[in-house]
């Protein structure tokens, strides 16, 4: 599998907003792929030759801005016939995707977002000195506002409506504050639209701020990285490994799907890509193996969302992270890697669970052995470790992933069916870079909203406002801003939905005393499990679509297979014990914490799974949210509870049978 098919392509376009939409034929794809290739070639001779930090962003969203107006469709269309009240044209009957133009409107976009990026980099110092002393001239306002709308346009095609009216819902708000009731707490002085365009597009924090340089500097070479082992041959290794593993128990075909998922994740980092990819192979094992169609959808979307909490990709808000604390990723990734494996562990409890309720038996495939398959192709694994090693001996997350895809690439002349001669070459350089586009898009308008709040000070004073309603309660602010997170995703996309709650809601909780790391490793969390919750769970509806099963059914199937991840990121910030589980202490104290939270994901695999009743359900989710405060005496109550819905089960049970 070195690429997806067109049916799968397909299913991405539809329900992954982050994907290129259109499909380029003829010259036009070419040439965008020898631009995308360009710029991919571009990030990773940076990494070696730095520019400075202003400079790159601009030069790298000047080439990915306008093959976004290129490469996703507007959308328009529906809305002008409805206008117009025009008929629905009749659908063309065309073997494989219909190739698709970009119409003039479009070209003008491409162009003026070059010219208005373009422009600042012909004298940068006089420019942003024009920017600090608030002096722009007529002409760097009219580019900024141009560059602005350009942007908005920009998240509107790639991911919706809804971030975009979030973004002008600010841009509104830092221009009319002055006319908010005095005694408001968030009204402020207002600015002119001089100053808010200095803030967003003359220096660095705002369109050109942190987002704009993970994207331009860690997303982008890991996405040529996840391109390059795509091409390789991994993907196909990584879900022949995870057939292989799993061969001759009933609750083996859903193991093995969610451990493809895993190691599927490491190469892409995003939920619904990987959803497909894994569907197309895996729904039919499934089905054999009995599973109904929305549980089967469940599993997939599970395993699939998880990419976004697999190491060493993780997803673009992680990198975020990486720079907001101003630490090197690999620190990253060690608080990410406890929650990830409690995330897996309480889909595999779900799947044993599920296996006897449904019913499932054991299906054989067709997979090489285990062992000859570690041999022959166990290599892959290489790069991804080479990662973690180069990171852990200083090197820069950029030095590594560099390294590690030129490691890939060389890995792949042992397979002579994945050899990367220089079409694959350019191709992976091409698909990194396309990949990446609307992550740069969301990123760069994000500055709308980091500009404002900055400009405003509206952060601190939401924050103000959040921690007053939750009374100074660390669990009532925690559990409100756990809602907020949740609901904000709803609309926008995780690394849009991070961005603004992390600098929102992250202010609220530093004031209750939680620390930094912890406040946005809860934060990162729940932004990805708003991912899989209704009604807008995108892996979700992917999956429904490869099983044809009901989508809401398999929303709900697949926010049950993830729900007890939804409050392991409570123990972060509830209790100072809650630091070991993103891997802070002493390695006893980790362990000990880890083991807890462990039999308290089992206990809430317990409370919603199907097989038990509902008081030994009841007394398992009270267990549950006992452990995980982490504390000695809620842990031991936490046992005492689990011990006893363990013994009414067991009871229960044994009545049935001699029933």
Same mark, same amino acid.
């Given at each position: 599998m070195t690429e997806l098919s067109d049916r799968e392509s397909e299913l991405v376009s539809a329900h992954e907003q982050e994907r290129p939409a259109r499909h380029l034929g003829g010259p036009l794809k070419l040439g965008v792929w020898i631009v995308g290739g360009l710029l991919s070639a571009y990030s990773l001779v940076v990494v070696f030759r730095p520019v400075e930090a202003i400079e790159h962003r601009m030069t790298f969203l000047a080439v990915a801005l306008p093959l976004v107006f290129l490469c996703y469709r507007s959308g328009l269309a529906p809305y002008a016939r409805r206008l117009l009240r025009r008929p629905e044209p009749e659908p063309e009957l065309v073997a494989g995707p219909r190739v698709e133009w970009p119409s003039v409107a479009d070209w003008l976009l491409a162009a003026a977002s070059l010219a208005v990026l373009l422009y600042p980099l012909l004298d940068i110092e006089a420019f942003r000195d024009r920017g600090s002393g608030a002096a722009l001239t007529d002409l760097d306002v009219v580019a900024g506002v141009v560059l602005t709308v350009l942007l908005l346009e920009a998240v509107r095609r790639t991911v919706g409506w809804s971030f975009a009216i979030i973004c002008v819902i600010f841009l509104l708000y830092t221009?009319?504050?002055?006319?908010?009731?005095?005694?408001?707490?968030?009204?402020?002085?207002?600015?002119?639209?001089?100053?808010?365009?200095?803030?967003?597009?003359?220096?660095?924090?705002?369109?050109?701020?942190?987002?704009?340089?993970?994207?331009?500097?860690?997303?982008?070479?890991?996405?040529? @990285?996840? &391109?390059?082992?795509? @091409?390789?041959?991994?993907?196909?290794?990584?879900?022949?490994?995870?057939?292989? &593993?799993?061969?001759?128990?009933?609750?083996?075909?859903?193991?093995?799907?969610?451990?493809?998922?895993?190691?599927?994740?490491?190469?892409?980092?995003? !939920?619904?890509?990987?959803?497909?990819?894994?569907?197309?192979? &895996?729904?039919?094992?499934?089905?054999?193996?009995?599973?109904?169609?929305?549980?089967?959808?469940?599993?997939?979307?599970?395993?699939?969302?998880?990419?976004?909490?697999?190491?060493?990709?993780?997803?673009?808000?992680?990198? =975020?992270?990486?720079?907001?604390?101003?630490?090197?990723y690999l620190q990253v990734l060690l608080y990410a890697t406890i929650p990830t494996l409690l995330y897996y562990l309480g889909i595999f409890l779900a799947i044993e669970i599920d296996s006897r309720r449904f019913g499932t038996r054991a299906v054989e495939v067709d997979a090489p052995r285990i062992g000859r398959l570690l041999l022959r192709f166990g290599y892959h694994f290489s790069s991804l470790i080479l990662i973690v090693v180069l990171m852990a001996l200083d090197r820069s997350a950029f030095q590594s992933v560099v390294i590690a895809t030129v490691v890939a690439f060389l890995l792949s002349f042992l397979d002579p069916a994945h050899r990367m001669g220089p079409?694959?070459?350019?191709?992976?350089?091409?698909? !990194?870079?396309?990949?990446?586009?609307?992550?740069? &898009?969301?990123?760069?308008?994000?500055?709308?909203?980091?500009?404002?709040?900055?400009?405003? !000070?509206?952060?601190?004073?939401?924050?103000?406002?959040?921690?007053?309603?939750?009374?100074?309660?660390?669990? =009532?602010?925690?559990?409100?801003?756990?809602?907020?997170?949740?609901?904000?995703?709803?609309?926008?996309?995780?690394?849009?939905?991070?961005?603004?709650?992390?600098?929102?809601?992250?202010?609220?909780?530093?004031?209750?005393?939680?620390?930094?790391?912890?406040?946005?490793?809860?934060?990162?969390?729940?932004?990805?499990?708003?991912?899989?919750?209704?009604?807008?769970?995108?892996?979700?509806?992917?999956?429904?679509?490869?099983?044809?099963?009901?989508?809401?059914?398999?929303?709900?199937?697949?926010?049950?297979?993830?729900?007890?991840?939804?409050?392991?990121?409570?123990?972060?910030?509830?209790?100072?014990?809650?630091?070991?589980?993103?891997?802070?202490?002493?390695?006893?104290?980790?362990?000990?914490?880890?083991?807890?939270?462990?039999?308290?994901?089992?206990?809430?695999?317990?409370?919603?799974?199907?097989?038990a009743a509902w008081p030994e359900r009841l007394l398992a989710a009270v267990a549950a949210v006992l452990l995980l405060f982490l504390e000695p005496v809620p842990i031991v109550a936490g046992l005492a509870v689990l011990a006893v819905a363990a013994a009414v089960h067991l009871i229960r049970s044994r009545r049935r049978e001699a029933a």
């Amino acid at each position: 599998m070195t690429e997806l098919s067109d049916r799968e392509s397909e299913l991405v376009s539809a329900h992954e907003q982050e994907r290129p939409a259109r499909h380029l034929g003829g010259p036009l794809k070419l040439g965008v792929w020898i631009v995308g290739g360009l710029l991919s070639a571009y990030s990773l001779v940076v990494v070696f030759r730095p520019v400075e930090a202003i400079e790159h962003r601009m030069t790298f969203l000047a080439v990915a801005l306008p093959l976004v107006f290129l490469c996703y469709r507007s959308g328009l269309a529906p809305y002008a016939r409805r206008l117009l009240r025009r008929p629905e044209p009749e659908p063309e009957l065309v073997a494989g995707p219909r190739v698709e133009w970009p119409s003039v409107a479009d070209w003008l976009l491409a162009a003026a977002s070059l010219a208005v990026l373009l422009y600042p980099l012909l004298d940068i110092e006089a420019f942003r000195d024009r920017g600090s002393g608030a002096a722009l001239t007529d002409l760097d306002v009219v580019a900024g506002v141009v560059l602005t709308v350009l942007l908005l346009e920009a998240v509107r095609r790639t991911v919706g409506w809804s971030f975009a009216i979030i973004c002008v819902i600010f841009l509104l708000y830092t221009y009319y504050g002055a006319y908010l009731p005095i005694d408001w707490t968030i009204g402020h002085i207002g600015f002119d639209i001089g100053q808010i365009i200095s803030q967003l597009y003359t220096g660095t924090e705002g369109f050109f701020g942190v987002p704009m340089q993970v994207a331009a500097s860690y997303i982008i070479l890991f996405t040529i @990285y996840g &391109a390059v082992l795509e @091409y390789s041959g991994a993907s196909r290794f990584f879900i022949d490994l995870s057939f292989a &593993a799993f061969r001759k128990s009933r609750a083996a075909p859903g193991r093995t799907v969610t451990t493809a998922g895993f190691l599927l994740g490491t190469v892409s980092g995003s !939920g619904v890509a990987t959803t497909v990819s894994l569907g197309s192979v &895996a729904w039919p094992v499934l089905r054999r193996a009995g599973y109904p169609r929305e549980p089967a959808g469940g599993i997939l979307a599970a395993g699939g969302i998880g990419a976004i909490l697999s190491p060493p990709t993780l997803g673009a808000a992680a990198f =975020i992270i990486a720079e907001y604390l101003g630490v090197n990723y690999l620190q990253v990734l060690l608080y990410a890697t406890i929650p990830t494996l409690l995330y897996y562990l309480g889909i595999f409890l779900a799947i044993e669970i599920d296996s006897r309720r449904f019913g499932t038996r054991a299906v054989e495939v067709d997979a090489p052995r285990i062992g000859r398959l570690l041999l022959r192709f166990g290599y892959h694994f290489s790069s991804l470790i080479l990662i973690v090693v180069l990171m852990a001996l200083d090197r820069s997350a950029f030095q590594s992933v560099v390294i590690a895809t030129v490691v890939a690439f060389l890995l792949s002349f042992l397979d002579p069916a994945h050899r990367m001669g220089p079409k694959r070459i350019g191709q992976a350089l091409a698909k !990194g870079a396309l990949e990446v586009l609307p992550v740069t &898009a969301v990123c760069a308008a994000a500055g709308i909203i980091v500009g404002s709040i900055t400009l405003t !000070g509206l952060g601190q004073n939401l924050a103000d406002i959040i921690v007053d309603i939750g009374a100074g309660n660390l669990i =009532i602010t925690t559990v409100m801003a756990a809602i907020a997170v949740l609901l904000l995703g709803l609309a926008v996309p995780v690394t849009a939905s991070f961005i603004i709650a992390a600098v929102i809601i992250g202010p609220a909780l530093f004031d209750l005393g939680v620390s930094r790391p912890e406040a946005y490793m809860f934060v990162f969390y729940y932004a990805v499990l708003s991912e899989v919750s209704p009604p807008t769970a995108l892996s979700a509806v992917a999956a429904a679509a490869i099983t044809g099963g009901n989508t809401y059914k398999t929303m709900m199937m697949t926010w049950r297979y993830t729900l007890p991840a939804f409050l392991v990121p409570f123990a972060f910030v509830l209790t100072p014990n809650g630091q070991a589980l993103l891997g802070q202490g002493p390695i006893g104290t980790v362990l000990l914490m880890t083991g807890v939270s462990a039999v308290a994901v089992a206990a809430l695999a317990m409370a919603t799974g199907g097989l038990a009743a509902w008081p030994e359900r009841l007394l398992a989710a009270v267990a549950a949210v006992l452990l995980l405060f982490l504390e000695p005496v809620p842990i031991v109550a936490g046992l005492a509870v689990l011990a006893v819905a363990a013994a009414v089960h067991l009871i229960r049970s044994r009545r049935r049978e001699a029933a």
